[in-house]
């Protein structure tokens, strides 16, 4: 399995600011998913992180809120820009592995806006 | 997206006790998988089911792919104080989609 890095790890941000998640892989892989976990909620898929090309995001999901950079398959940045109280949540990187119909997830980035 | 329905949503149960969670979907899924995700962690892969009927065990867990392939259950036998967390499922058609969670609190 793959083993995630993710960074920062937490942080508490200023309204209308922006912050950028780092997410590096031990390895290449294919499929790379950023993931929203909102207070006590479960995960919601942002978008998928694609290589050399733009992300492909869910709905209600927009690239000017949530950029992704994908540069090579071991790293991706998700940023958060312009955040409200309501960016408050956990943002999980995720990988899937190929031939293995599984995710593997980093520890996650906690942000809390004020 | 789609989330799948999973209860219960919250279990306070006594060391040594045995649970037992399920997951039940409107879509068929061709994987089943089961995560723990413990505060300030990702959730941790603990069981993957490929194939309707499977039943497989990870020590003290044991979960089952339903016949139907639109349900997955999860039992932790005799648990103990460090099975706390929140537990997940996911289902995996062309997408993955997430379990709302069964919390687990073990009293000592």
């Known amino acids: 399995s793959a083993v995630i890095s993710q960074k920062p790890s937490r942080d508490i941000c200023q309204r209308g600011t922006s912050l950028t998640i780092q997410c590096q892989v031990d390895?290449?892989?294919?499929?790379m998913f950023w993931y929203r976990q909102q207070p006590g909620q479960s995960l919601t898929l942002i978008a998928t992180?694609?290589?050399?090309?733009?992300?492909?995001?869910e709905s209600g999901f927009v690239i000017d809120k949530f950029p992704i950079s994908r540069p090579n398959l071991t790293f991706s940045t998700l940023t958060v820009s312009n955040m409200s109280p309501e960016d408050s949540s956990i943002y999980l990187c995720?990988?899937?592995?190929?031939?293995?119909?599984?995710?593997?997830f980093g520890a996650g980035s906690r942000l809390t806006v004020l | 997206g789609q989330q799948l329905n999973q209860s219960p949503q919250s279990m306070f149960i006594q060391e040594g006790e045995d649970v037992s969670m399920n997951c039940t979907s409107s879509?068929?899924?061709?994987?089943w998988l089961w995560y723990k995700q413990e505060p300030g962690e990702g959730p941790v892969l603990l069981i993957a089911?490929?194939?309707?009927?499977e039943l497989t065990s990870n020590g003290r867990l044991t979960a089952q792919f339903g016949i139907t392939r639109k349900d997955s259950f999860l039992n932790i036998s005799a648990s103990i104080p460090s099975d706390v967390g929140i537990y997940f499922c996911?289902?995996?058609?062309?997408?993955?989609?997430f379990g709302t969670g069964t919390s687990l609190t073990v009293i000592p």
């Open positions: 995720s990988v899937g592995l190929s031939g293995a119909n599984v995710l593997t």
């Open positions: 390895s290449q892989v294919t499929m």
């Open positions: 992180a694609n290589q050399g090309s733009e992300a492909t995001y």
């Open positions: 879509s068929i899924f061709n994987t």
């Open positions: 089911l490929y194939k309707a009927g």
């Open positions: 996911a289902g995996h058609g062309n997408q993955f989609y």
